[in-house]
């Protein structure tokens, strides 16, 4: 299995997967149609190895003169629209990009007869938690806000065309990543560029909720793992184990800033926001023998570094950010 088509492969996660696959010595064929999100900066070291199709997976033509000329033996499916609160001003593009996206992607893998589709879905299908509990492969989805919704039916979809067709797909349900070269939409990437502009730190109500925190090299390693040894028709959910509160990763970042807590400012809740997500990844580990290599700790320190030395990246996307940041914390 060598010649790989990684949707979404100029994404923050599809990146990382991009360079480790030709790392590794995969032949790379990267489909992404550039949004707001997607940047072939990510990549820009690999550009000569890498294959690169400006397309949209909702495109179904290209797609299908895609799969033609680049006969893939596998698909590993990272292409999504992955902003809870932007899915909340307008579900459409989640609904295209991740429903009809996903299902253009699965028909094409059919007819075209891959070995493997990995479906890349989220921890957010299952829903959320209270304090205590964690969800297996194996509970039912529940998911709370469009974007989530969106992702569990590509998840289902993907489920489906298992079951009917016989594809090889294998499901990935990773928790929240964090690392280099993050869209500074996200809690991580937001309190690191506003801290160092000096400017407010958003905390949705008061910060008590708690995410499971994935390194994105780890990520990626995963679903290699679940890519080279995994199961078709499987599911896997990839997590750290590294539960914060939201408002303990906010300080953190403060305090290797060397930044004052006074920035902080808690702002009006996400609607509908849930409170918990907790995987047990015991599948992952026991039978692929796959754990993360990068503590919470020296991850979260790293990332910080790497906006330091690349703040030049943040800064060509201020203008669009700040249109962002001035509606999403208005
Ligand atoms: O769990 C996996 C999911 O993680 C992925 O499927 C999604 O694509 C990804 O966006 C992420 O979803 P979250 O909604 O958990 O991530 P986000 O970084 O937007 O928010 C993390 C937590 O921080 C959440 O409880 C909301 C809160 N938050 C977020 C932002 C952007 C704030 O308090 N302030 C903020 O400004």
Known sequence: MKRLLVTGGAGFIGSEFVRQGVRKGYGIILADSLTYAG????????????????ISVTDRDAVEKLFIAEKPDAVVHW??????????MDAGPFIDSNVKGTSIMLDAARRHGVECFVNVSTDEVYGDLDESGSFFETTPLNPSSPYSVSKASADMLGRAFHRTYGLPVITV?????????????????????KALRNESVPVYAQGLNVREWLCVSDCADAVFRILEKGKAGDVYNIGSGEERKNIEVVKE???ILGKPEDLIKFTKDRPGHDFRY???SGKLRKE???SPSTDFGSG???????????INWVNA????????WSKAYS
């Not at 070291?45 to 690169?52: G, L, R, T």
């Not at 979260?300 to 690349?310: A, D, I, K, M, Q």
């Open 39 to 54: 940047d072939l900066l990510r990549i820009k070291e690999f550009e000569k190895e890498i294959s690169f199709h400006k």
């Open 79 to 88: 292409a999504a629209e992955s902003h809870v609160d932007r899915s909340i």
């Open 173 to 193: 349900r990773p928790s929240n990543n964090y690392g280099q070269w993050q869209y500074p939409e996200k809690l991580i990437p937001v309190v690191v560029v």
């Open 253 to 255: 970042i403060l305090k």
């Open 278 to 280: 907790s995987l047990n």
């Open 288 to 290: 692929l023998s796959w």
């Open 300 to 310: 979260l320190n790293n990332t910080v570094e790497w906006f330091l030395s690349n």
């Open 317 to 324: 996307k201020i203008a669009a950010l700040q249109e962002y």
